[in-house]
């Protein structure tokens, strides 16, 4: 890339990393002795520290979210369309906070790391986690940052069900939350296409119980099917019909079972053989189980308009039309909670094409909608 980054870009940023000594009792019954977290930050923290804005990740998620690690990096974090000066969460106003959730596999501490107490990476014997988990262990980074208070936690998909769990669990800190592409729980189907995704990685022999590391391989073929699978469901029937159709790749059909015949089967495996290459097998089943988990009407008698009613944030949720996976209903559902426990909510449905991966792109509506209401945000 260019040596000149564009004007919008919050340029070249460093990952940093904290370690934490203080044990983190987990919601599984367990608790980590002690962990790193990686982050980054973009834009002034003010002198009142009152414009910290925090940035929850997806399920493949990381602390990279916006500008550059080098000048040699080919493309931006993965939401620099969104963060940077004049940009809808303008680091012109906020100071920015993203970070690797723990279980990632982007440096913060995961199965990937080294169990202190065995001196081996923990492998399949990592803790299962819960949002709550993440949202605590986000608290910490909070408290040593000085930030008392969010000005908004901001996410979509598996980082709007972080948003919605840290109003209710520390309302105090969250002055505003917003949720896009998400839902209150995951609906059966949903928790479906999880358990395919993980089987498929579990049932690869080269997965080993989750000791794969000691082995010195991948079970690439488990994880490049499980993100086929997940793939599918981030996009719309017509936005894959847009982009593929029934193309082929050759110029004929050739009968058999192997060959790479129509376009979406090349694209699916490109997706597959690429995320293999860098995401953490044990990182996506630990993930997808959080996602299956999440419920946090659970604890309030499975009313979700209770577990809202301890919020004392201001709400924006935000669905798209074609998202299947987490559709404008499980979006409503939230809004209908918030209503019933007289919050303040805004709520903005966006015809859209593209399907659960709407949340990533600079759709104008959505993006003028999002930088409409955060502008404002008095800091």
């Not at 990952?15 to 973009?42: K, S």
């Not at 609906?187 to 990685?201: D, G, K, L, P």
């Not at 919020?311 to 074609?322: C, E, G, I, M, R």
Request: with cysteine.
């Amino acid at each position: 890339m260019s040596s000149s980054l564009p004007a919008d870009c919050v340029g070249l940023v460093s990952p940093q990393t904290v370690h934490f000594d203080q044990p983190l009792a987990l919601a599984c019954g367990r608790q980590l002795d002690q962990y790193d977290l990686v982050y980054e930050t973009y834009g002034q923290l003010n002198a009142t520290r009152s414009n910290a804005v925090l940035i929850c990740h997806a399920l493949s998620g990381h602390h990279h979210a916006a500008g550059y690690n080098s000048l040699d990096e080919r493309k931006p974090g993965w939401w620099d369309n969104a963060i940077g000066p004049g940009k809808p969460i303008d680091t012109n106003k906020f100071f920015v906070v993203s970070l690797n959730n723990l279980g990632g596999c982007n440096g913060s501490t995961g199965p990937a790391s080294t169990n202190p107490a065995t001196g081996k990476p923990y492998g399949g014997e990592f803790p299962v986690l819960n949002v709550v988990d993440w949202v605590h262990s986000q608290a910490r980074l909070a408290d040593l940052l000085n930030i008392k208070v969010w000005a908004a936690v901001i996410g979509g998909s598996l980082g709007g069900m972080q948003a919605l769990q840290w109003s209710i669990t520390y309302p105090e800190r969250v002055r505003n939350a917003v949720v896009i592409a998400s839902a209150p729980k995951l609906s059966a189907q949903n928790i479906a296409f999880n358990e395919v995704a993980r089987q498929a990685i579990l049932s690869d022999p080269e997965y080993h119980g989750g000791q794969f590391y000691a082995h010195n391989v991948v079970p690439k073929r488990g994880l490049m099917l499980a993100r086929m699978v997940g793939h599918i469901t981030y996009l719309s029937d017509a936005a894959m019909g847009s982009k593929f159709g029934r193309e082929l790749k050759t110029d004929h059909l050739n009968y058999d079972f192997h060959s790479v015949e129509f376009q979406v089967e090349s694209y699916l495996r490109y997706q597959g053989e690429e995320f293999s290459g860098r995401f953490d097998a044990n990182t996506y089943v630990l993930m997808t189980k959080a996602l299956d988990y999440f419920d946090p009407a659970a604890a309030f008698n499975d009313d979700l308009s209770l577990a809202m009613a301890q919020a004392q944030a201001n709400f924006l949720v935000v669905s798209f039309t074609t998202d299947w996976r987490f559709s404008p209903e499980r979006s409503r559902e939230i809004v209908d909670a918030l209503l019933e426990a007289r919050k303040s909510v805004s709520y903005l449905e966006v015809d859209a094409p593209q399907g659960h991966d709407a949340f990533l792109l600079p759709i104008e509506r959505y993006f003028t909608a999002l930088r409409g209401y955060l502008n404002r945000i008095d800091c």
